[in-house]
């Protein structure tokens, strides 16, 4: 079984500045697929970015990046000019591998809830 | 144009009594997940269906009981409601037979259940 840790509960940045959430997760399997799901306050859970295990570059998306290191099982989110707008609760997510076919089965961690302050 | 419509989005209900979710996406999505969230913001599966057929089944009360008339819909049914059950239920959806299967889930907004 997997599982996926947040050990951030609750975190603060202000407007502009740039803040990083961590994720650490346990599995046996080889490859697999890794996401930061965004959770606003109108509750809808959005994807924020993704990262395939087998693809050692680092993903990124406008203000959204990844640090992903395959061998500590770490997949820690970077924020870069934080928005008001980014307000909300993230959660990190496992996914094994999956062959065409297959239901996908996400684990999720905790959450981590990031407040943006002027 | 919502993807993935949950209806209702707030219950309010006695112990004991018996409720639905509906669900529905306009995706084109093959299969279909019911996720709950708890107090605590934890999300578990609970559910998934393919093409109407039942294909994860976590540990779930049987008085949780799912039901996909078509590919495009998934419904919950729960029997006779405890307090335990309240908590926000997910509806998500994803492609199963995409050639490059990216593991995503589409997500509905949610209903939030409240067990008085």
């Known amino acids: 079984a997997q599982t996926v840790t947040q050990s951030q509960p609750e975190m603060s940045v202000q407007e502009a500045e740039t803040v990083t959430l961590s994720c650490t997760y346990d599995t046996s399997e080889s490859n697999y697929y890794l996401f930061w799901y965004k959770q606003p306050p109108s509750r809808q859970m959005i994807l924020v970015i993704r990262?395939?295990?087998?693809?050692?570059q680092n993903a990124t998306e406008n203000r959204f990046s990844v640090n992903f290191q395959k061998a500590a099982k770490s997949f820690s989110l970077k924020i870069s000019d934080s928005q008001l707008g980014d307000t909300a609760m993230y959660f990190c997510a496992f996914s094994p591998f999956l062959n065409t076919g297959t239901a996908s089965k996400l684990t999720f961690g905790t959450g981590t809830r990031l407040q943006v302050t002027l | 144009d919502t993807a993935v419509s949950q209806t209702p989005k707030y219950l309010v209900t006695q112990m004991g009594n018996d409720k639905s979710i509906k669900c529905e996406q306009n995706?084109?999505?093959?299969?279909m997940y019911w996720y709950k969230q708890d107090s605590k913001k934890f999300l578990k599966i609970m559910f998934s269906y393919n093409n109407k057929e039942l294909i994860i089944n976590e540990t779930v009360p049987n008085r949780f009981s799912p039901k996909s008339p078509d590919k495009a819909h998934l419904n919950l049914h729960i029997n006779s409601l405890e307090l335990g059950d309240s908590a926000v239920y997910f509806c998500?959806?994803?492609?199963?037979?995409?050639?490059?299967?990216?593991?995503?889930?589409?997500f509905g907004e949610g209903s939030r259940l409240t067990v008085l």
């Open positions: 995706l084109g999505h093959d299969t």
């Open positions: 990262q395939e295990a087998y693809k050692q």
């Open positions: 998500a959806s994803s492609l199963r037979g995409q050639p490059v299967f990216t593991g995503e889930l589409f």
